[in-house]
């Protein structure tokens, strides 16, 4: 099956929701936003040297000092504790650091999630590195579940019915390889609060290699207080 293109990598993190706050300056934002990704993008390409990098023995703590400094440098301004949600360009709360989407983390991919709400599905085209290896070569099992909850559990939001991970069962048909992969997702069931998600996870021949289901549920206090999501899931109307 074939989907329309994802949003562009760039883009702040996949999913949103409408901020309370209104934005005095959406340009001067919105070039806030593409500096910190850029920043991310260039620590994540570290990160990807770091663990491949054959440098000479005695050069090692001298680049180790430098990569020092420059954090220090960074924390001199570092807020405490996480970032949680915040107000983006857009006019959107946005989780910036997760470890899946988040336009600041280096550790995430990061996922760009396609999302088709009258479809009931969702997708997702990556690349998983040295970083994220397991069994030489693969993917660690870890990171494979990361993935297929991000890609399933943005699903709900997207038809109107954000929710937490209840449980998500993850089974593991044989090794992924790293290097580029495609996950997707689509709708098993909807029960009132509760989501029933399946998906899985393929590499560039189309062969599963994992495959999950899922429950997501959208708790009461969270569907009375809010009535509409509390995370980064994706675009979608208030729960029904």
């Not at 807020?79 to 360009?89: A, I, K, M, Y």
């Not at 609060?193 to 560039?204: E, I, S």
């Amino acid at each position: 099956m074939s989907y329309p293109d994802a949003k562009k990598p760039g883009t702040m993190t996949d999913g949103s929701f409408l901020s309370p706050s209104p934005v005095a300056d959406p340009l001067s934002l919105a070039e806030h936003e593409r500096a910190y990704a850029d920043l991310a993008d260039a620590v994540r390409e570290l990160i990807d040297a770091t663990v491949r990098t054959r440098i000479a023995f005695a050069d090692a703590g001298t680049v180790a000092a430098d990569v020092r400094a420059i954090t220090q440098e960074l924390l001199a301004t570092a807020q405490p504790g996480p970032l949680g949600l915040v107000t983006c360009s857009d006019g959107r709360l946005r989780d910036h650091g997760n470890p899946a989407v988040g336009s600041r983390n280096p550790i995430a991919p990061p996922l760009v999630i396609g999302k088709d709400r009258a479809a009931q599905r969702t997708w997702c085209d990556f690349v998983l590195g040295a970083a994220y290896e397991g069994p030489p070569g693969h993917v660690h099992g870890g990171v494979v579940a990361l993935v297929l909850d991000q890609v399933l559990g943005t699903l709900p939001a997207v038809i109107g019915k954000p929710g937490f991970t209840a449980y998500l069962t993850t089974t593991y048909r044989r090794l992924t390889p790293l290097g580029p992969l495609h996950a997707e997702a689509w709708v098993e069931s909807v029960e009132g609060r509760k989501v029933r998600v399946r998906g899985r996870l393929a590499d560039p021949a189309g062969t599963t290699t994992a495959e999950a289901e899922g429950l997501f549920v959208i708790p009461a206090w969270v569907e009375d207080a809010l009535r509409q999501p509390v995370g980064d899931a994706g675009d979608f109307d208030p729960p029904n």
